[in-house]
């Protein structure tokens, strides 16, 4: 049940697109299309970005997205947006217990 | 709308129990499966537990197994995490949250939990 490994922080300008690695094993990440990503602002609840590696749920805007190849998925914010500083963290299925990430720090310069 | 307001934190002593509780509505409760997230003070994010509908699955992170009991009243769409021989390392805010699918689609705002003499 070791976290899965997220860079400790990434930066863009607005308008640029960055992306945050997830690495695990093919025990959660490799094993199973079951990867989430969240958003957590300073002092608030997380909420869910995307859901299945992929899939976005209704409201969050289409400048994320989510893929997966092997062991490692990622979180790609395009066109980046002064709101999108916050901290991020992947998640995986892992045949029970779930793991999460250790989450990425998003900087807009 | 959905909401899950937690209960239960404060402050207690090493080897303490403490019961914290997450009210739930908005949803039909008894319909999915529920979990307990904790994030220790300036700390990522870590999965604590898990619940089946019925409360007939129960699932622990390593760290709580034998010391943390996770349990379900449908009749009062309460979740509930009974900690026991608290440690210094338990300190955390502590998120009540619900599955969607694989996915913790709502979450409430947290409890924060500190085990301290």
């Known amino acids: 049940q070791s976290a899965l490994t997220q860079p400790r922080s990434v930066s863009g300008s607005p308008g640029q697109s960055v992306a945050i690695s997830c690495t695990g094993t093919?025990?959660?990440?490799?094993?199973?299309?079951?990867v989430s990503w969240y958003q957590q602002y300073p002092g608030k609840a997380p909420t869910l970005m995307i859901y299945d590696v992929s899939k976005r749920p209704s409201g969050v805007p289409d400048r994320f997205s989510g893929s997966k190849s092997g062991n490692t998925a990622s979180l790609t914010i395009s066109g980046l947006q002064a709101e999108d500083e916050a901290d991020y963290y992947c998640?995986?299925?892992?045949?029970?217990?779930?793991?999460f990430g250790t989450g990425t720090k998003v900087t807009v310069l | 709308e959905v909401q899950l307001v937690e209960s239960g934190g404060g402050l207690v002593q090493p080897g303490g129990s403490l019961r914290l509780s997450c009210a739930a509505s908005?949803?039909?409760?008894?319909?999915?499966?529920m979990s307990w997230v904790r994030q220790a003070p300036g700390k990522g994010l870590e999965w604590v537990a898990n619940i089946k509908r019925d409360g007939g699955e129960k699932y622990y992170v390593d760290s709580v197994k034998g010391r943390f009991t996770i349990s379900r009243d449908n009749g009062k769409n309460s979740l509930y995490l009974q900690m026991n021989s608290l440690r210094a390392e338990d300190t955390a805010v502590y998120y009540c949250?619900?599955?969607?699918?694989?996915?913790?689609?709502?979450w409430g705002q947290g409890t924060l939990v500190t085990v301290s003499s």
């Open positions: 949250a619900r599955y969607s699918g694989y996915d913790l689609a709502y």
């Open positions: 908005g949803f039909s409760f008894s319909t999915y499966w």
């Open positions: 093919s025990s959660d990440v490799g094993g199973y299309n079951y």
């Open positions: 998640c995986s299925y892992a045949g029970d217990p779930y793991v």
